[in-house]
């Protein structure tokens, strides 16, 4: 192909992802093809919908699992705080939220607005120059593992296979859907406004300390780590324990369910489902609950599996336990299971 034919070919590919983004052809109300309610990152892209944050690409698909590039990261980040609007001389479709990130100063690759630039801007980010990007946006000026540790311990993000830097996995890359969710969860736990990047670095973030797991809780989790490593089902799983409890993560480092232990003796235990319509994680609740030393039968999932289709609560004594199944009425795909 001649450079005219490339340059022609660059010129339509941005226009398509500038109207993708930015204008869009699916609704709030309507359901992208491609994620369905099953979809882990359903109730998160219906979010982004509704807060302006992605429209998805014209023939009706989100493309969850497609890598997302830093320009695209940038339009989504950004416009969920502020409305994007063309600058004067724009050359580039994302050359609007470049602007914002350079009057920032966040630390973003492409800021360059030459065809090296614009190259740089269609390379796929990276976990860990999504952390750099966010730690700017909260106004303080870190790197790398620092920003990591920063976001980790202020909640801003989870890890992969830990909450460690190391768990983090900075150097993968990051999809659309994985996106969608930093996003939102940077601005639901309390980036109200899009802070300016300081010019000098700030003080790295102290790593919470690691908290002490009571022995019951050690129990449950060496149970399901037993389990997860016995079937190829829950191939790369992992699980991750505090004093409170304990979360299991899929490979996509979701957390598909967790245990909590009773905050008093008149309180109930809990084991959380939070992708109730998935066979493999009301399995994974099932194996929680017998590793808690609730004996229900390998058949109780069929008990979950109703509940999630009837959207009722349902109660059984279950030995010396009275268990409760109840599904969330304003989380979708999530249901709970306490017993006492």
Same mark, same amino acid.
Do not use: C
């Given at each position: ?156 993000? &989870?890890? $992969? =296979? *830990? ?6 996995? +900075? !150097?993968?890359?990051? /999809? ?130 109703? &509940?999630? $289709? =009837? *959207? ?6 279950? +030995? !010396?336990?009275?268990? /409760? ?16």
């Amino acid at each position: 192909m001649n450079a005219f034919g490339k340059k022609l070919l660059g010129v339509i590919g941005g226009v398509t992802l500038s109207i993708t983004l930015v204008a869009g052809n699916v609704s709030a109300a309507n359901q992208f093809d491609d994620v369905k309610k099953s979809n882990w990152a359903y109730s998160t892209v219906q979010w982004a919908i509704a807060n302006n944050v992605v429209k998805g690409y014209p023939d009706g698909t989100f493309r969850p699992e497609k890598q997302v590039s830093e320009s695209e990261f940038l339009m989504m980040f950004i416009s969920a705080y502020q409305k994007v609007t063309p600058t004067k001389g724009q050359k580039h479709w994302a050359d609007p939220v470049y602007v914002i990130a350079k009057n920032l100063n966040w630390p973003v690759n492409g800021v360059s607005n030459d065809a090296v630039g614009r190259a740089t801007r269609e390379q796929a980010i990276t976990r860990g120059e999504v952390a750099n990007i966010i730690a700017g946006a909260n106004g303080v000026n870190l790197v790398d593992a620092a920003a990591i540790q920063y976001l980790l311990t202020n909640n801003l993000a &989870a890890g $992969k =296979t *830990g909450n460690t830097v190391a768990g983090y996995k +900075g !150097n993968d890359y990051l /999809t659309r859907a994985e996106a969608v969710a930093f996003i939102q969860r940077v601005k639901t736990r309390g980036l109200e406004t899009l802070k300016e990047r300081p010019r000098f670095p700030s003080t790295p973030a102290t790593p919470t300390p690691t908290p002490q797991v009571p022995s019951g809780i050690k129990g449950v989790q060496a149970a399901i780590e037993k389990v997860i490593a016995g079937s190829n089902t829950y191939k790369g799983y992992t699980t991750e324990s505090s004093a409170e409890g304990m979360v299991i993560r899929s490979t996509a480092g979701k957390t598909s369910v967790a245990y909590r232990i009773p905050e008093s003796k008149s309180a109930s235990g809990r084991v959380i489902s939070f992708r109730a319509s998935e066979t493999a994680s009301l399995k994974l609740a099932v194996e929680t609950l017998q590793a808690a030393g609730v004996k229900v039968p390998d058949s109780f999932v069929n008990t979950l599996q109703s &509940a999630v $289709k =009837t *959207g009722k609560d349902t109660t059984q004594k279950v +030995g !010396n336990y009275t268990v /409760t199944v109840s599904p969330d009425p304003t989380a979708y795909d999530s249901l709970y299971i306490y017993f006492k």
